[in-house]
């Protein structure tokens, strides 16, 4: 299989076709492929579990609804996570979303690694705090870049905003996560 193949971005294209033409277990791939990061991306927004499962079930649903107006322009993955963040705004603004988080139960802020370290451990907890302080812009834009892999031109169309905006919201995230926690300079 040679390289191209196996770039994220064709099999999801791929698999958008697959769909467009009646295929609904292509779907399901490609539920089941960005399923944790778009869970990932709304939690970071709603800090509620039953909330989050709500919305992002509700954003698939409307990617699959709205799958024939994809033109494939962006990636799939950031056509599918601005749906997941527009929807999650639409709860926070129509819904009474819990806004407490327990840091140690929040497995997608920060990749599990399995360590027998106890100071990794608490670093991690204490970077997800960090993080969260961050304002929402900057966490999002953060989250996407290393959390989610997305090039800067990615984050501006999940963002919604230009190129040059979103790649400083993630120098300011990380400024700001060196001056306030002076984690990054321990890892």
């Not at 999801?12 to 076709?17: A, P, S």
């Not at 991306?41 to 709205?66: C, G, N, P, W």
């Not at 690694?113 to 907890?125: A, F, K, M």
């Not at 999002?140 to 999940?158: H, Y």
């Amino acid at each position: 299989m040679s390289a191209v193949q196996r770039d994220p971005k064709l099999i999801d294209l791929e698999l958008v076709k697959q769909v467009k033409a009646g295929n609904k277990t292509a779907f399901n791939i490609l539920v089941r492929t960005h399923q944790r990061g778009v869970y990932a991306i709304v939690f970071s927004m709603l800090k509620d579990h039953f909330s989050t499962d709500d919305v992002v079930q509700e954003a698939f649903v409307k990617a699959y609804r709205h799958i024939m107006s994809f033109e494939g322009r962006s990636s799939f993955k950031s056509w599918l996570y601005s749906i997941a963040i527009n929807t999650a705004k639409n709860a926070l603004r129509t819904a009474s979303v819990r806004q407490t988080v327990d840091y140690e139960e929040n497995v997608f802020q920060i990749p599990v690694r399995t360590s027998d370290s106890v100071e990794e451990q608490q670093l991690q907890t204490v970077l997800a705090k960090e993080i969260e302080k961050l304002p929402d812009k900057q966490k999002l834009a953060l989250t996407l870049r290393i959390f989610d892999d997305l090039s800067f031109e990615e984050i501006a169309e999940v963002m919604e905003c230009p190129y040059n905006t979103a790649k400083a919201n993630f120098r300011h995230a990380i400024n700001n996560l060196r001056k306030h926690a002076k984690i990054l300079d321990a890892v």
